[in-house]
């Protein structure tokens, strides 16, 4: 009955490599983030959608690409991984995409070697 | 761009209240004071939020200055697991999208 979950909870790959991250949740919420957590801890918002239509898109590289099937699933793809891309990957939801409690899956260790 | 200030680091005695600071000097008039904590690198996690009165729930109270340019996250009993990265966030909504812009935050570590 988790209501954010993230596959896969570990990810290492090869520079070069294209990779997905899947996003879920289980509490009805209209909106749905991806957050980007590097190795000194910062966590900076990347995209966020709302009834699958991006609202927010950050300064993030071409190479990302969100996805939204539902209104319950968030993915993000990735292409051509660099090592600096190497992060922790933090999916949310929340009800509405304004001053809404945003609730986070557990995070995708993402390592590019 | 964080528009909060937290010191970068506080320790408490298991037991005791955990007092947290967050300055908002430059907060406007429709943005919501949240706070949220990180847990060993887990995902953050809400704790509470309030826009100009006092709120309390069952992990936490929040006290907000009357000119709202400070407010204190209150842990009245923490515990060992309450050592987190604490983050202090307004969220103005609206034209932000809910957009959360997370700080360094306080490392609070509680001690036996």
């Known amino acids: 009955d988790t209501a954010v979950s993230q596959t896969p909870k570990y990810l290492v790959t090869q520079m070069g490599n294209d990779k997905s991250i899947k996003c879920e949740q289980n509490l009805g919420h209209d909106t749905m983030y991806w957050y980007k957590q590097d190795s000194k801890k910062f966590l900076k918002i990347m995209f966020s959608?709302?009834?699958?239509?991006?609202?927010i898109n950050e300064t993030v590289p071409n190479r990302f690409s969100p996805k939204s099937p539902d209104k319950a699933h968030l993915n993000l793809h990735i292409n051509s991984l660099e090592l600096g891309d190497s992060a922790v990957y933090f999916c949310?939801?929340?009800?509405?995409?304004?001053?809404?409690?945003?609730?986070f899956g557990p995070g995708t260790r993402l390592l590019v070697l | 761009d964080a528009k909060t200030t937290q010191p970068p680091s506080m320790d408490c005695a298991e037991g005791r209240a955990a007092n947290l600071p967050c300055n908002h000097s430059t907060i406007s008039g429709n943005e919501y004071v949240y706070w949220y904590r990180q847990i060993h690198s887990q995902g953050p996690q809400y704790i509470i939020h309030g826009l100009k009165n006092n709120e309390t729930n069952e992990m936490a109270s929040l006290i907000i200055t009357e000119d709202r340019k400070s407010s204190t996250l209150i842990l009245p009993h923490a515990t060992l697991r309450d050592t987190a990265v604490y983050y202090c966030?307004?969220?103005?909504?609206?034209?932000?999208?809910?957009?959360?812009?997370f700080g360094q935050g306080t490392i609070l570590t509680v001690h036996p």
């Open positions: 959608y709302n009834n699958k239509e991006l609202i």
């Open positions: 966030i307004l969220n103005a909504g609206g034209t932000s999208y809910g957009k959360l812009t």
């Open positions: 949310a939801s929340s009800l509405a995409q304004s001053q809404e409690t945003q609730y």
